[in-house]
Structure formats: C-alpha cells, structure tokens
C-alpha cells in the first residue's frame, strides 16, 4: 500500500497570504495524484487532478505540482473560503490511498 | 444538475448488516467508475471500494473484503454497498464518488452516516 504523509498537519496563516502544502508518496506514484478540499460538514471537492490539471471552476489561484514521490498544492493569496482541510490522494495502484490531510487554519 | 445521493444509513448493532445506495442524475451514469469512501468521526478520508461501468471491475480495502460487496444497478442508475458483518470500526459517514477527469473523484454525494454500536 503507498502511503502518503502530508505535511504541515496544520498551516496557520492569515488571507492574503500564500500556502504551500506537501505531500508525500512512498513510492512513485508517477503523476497520479489529485488534490481535495474539504469544509466541516461537506463533502470533499476536487482541486487538483493529475498533480498538476485544476478541476472544472477551480479558481487559478489553487496550483499543483511535484511528480513521482514528492507534491505540492500551492494557493497563491488565501481567500476566507480557503480555510480547510486539504488531502492529496494516489491512484496509481491499488488500494487507492488519502494523506492525512493539512488543516489551513486563520 | 450533477448530483449523487447517498441513503441507507443509520445505528446498527454490532454484527449486523446495511446497504447503502447511491443514486445518480444529471449524467450519463454507465460509463462511470464509482467508488465509496469512508471518514471516521474526525478523522480523514479512506477508500473503500470500487466498481467500474459495467461491474466486471470491483475491488476493496481489505478491512472490508469478504464483508462488504458493491455492485451496481445502471438502469437505475443507483450504486450500492451492501455491508456485513458490522464491527465498530466501521463507524464513518460513507460517501459515493464518481471518478471523472484524471481519474479523480468529481463528484461526491452528501454523506451517510453509519454507527455500529450496541
């Protein structure tokens, strides 16, 4: 099973500012990776597929990166909606497998 | 509108069974791979299963296989989880996912939560 850490478990930063999240992989996982956002009480939302293709509506400001075992999810100005958990996930073999997840906090 | 909604959840006693449904609309549900995950009281996200179009491709996690069986319904449009064999652990709120794009989960129900208690 890959596993992923991802780090910061916890980001705490103010709007306006840049975050930047890694994740992990430990094994390649090509560029099969996909970034979610989620709020308390809601579904996930994908971000980011592919390590590096925004999803339909993402705002330009959401940003991926990294292939093979190292990633990154970059949200250049925080805007107040920003503020969540974030999870990276692999497909590139099964199990499918989730981060931990990186809680943005104000 | 593209939307999945998830039913079926509910307190079970430890040992029991439940099946989940996820019905789908406002797209072409055939084609489409769909996959359950689930996510402990506060913790994070986990998959479960998967089925792809025509239900020749399933696979699981393994704290479920061999208790928990998928399967889909694509005149109905609907994906279900019929589970087994309950144990405390399972506890979560379980959600269905389309993969779309990449591979990646587009689309997510709302939720259903599921607690095996006594």
């Known amino acids: 099973e890959i596993v992923l850490t991802q780090s910061p478990a916890t980001l705490s930063l103010s709007p306006g500012e840049r975050a930047t999240l890694s994740c992990r992989a430990s094994q390649s996982v090509g560029s099969f990776l996909a970034w979610y956002q989620q709020k308390p009480g809601q579904a996930p939302r994908v971000l980011i597929y592919d390590a590096s293709n925004r999803a339909t509506g993402i705002p330009a400001r959401f940003s991926g990166s990294g292939s093979g075992t190292d990633f990154t999810l970059t949200v250049s100005s925080l805007e107040p909606e920003d503020f969540a958990v974030y999870y990276c996930?692999?497909?590139?073999?099964?199990?499918?497998?989730f981060g931990g997840g990186t809680q943005v906090e104000v | 509108e593209v939307q999945l909604v998830e039913s079926g959840g509910g307190l079970v006693q430890p040992g029991g069974s439940l099946r989940l449904s996820c019905a789908a609309s406002g797209f072409t549900f055939s084609p489409f791979w769909m996959h359950w995950v689930r996510q402990g009281p506060g913790k994070g996200l986990v998959w479960v299963s998967h089925i792809n179009g025509d239900g020749s491709s399933i696979g699981y996690s393994d704290p479920v296989k061999g208790r928990f069986t998928i399967s889909r319904d694509n005149a109905k449009n609907t994906v279900y989880l019929q589970m087994n064999s309950l144990r405390a652990e399972d506890t979560a709120v379980y959600y269905c996912g389309r993969a779309g794009s990449g591979g990646a989960f587009d689309i997510w129900g709302q939720g259903t939560m599921v607690t095996v208690s006594s």
């Open positions: 996930q692999q497909r590139f073999n099964w199990p499918l497998t």
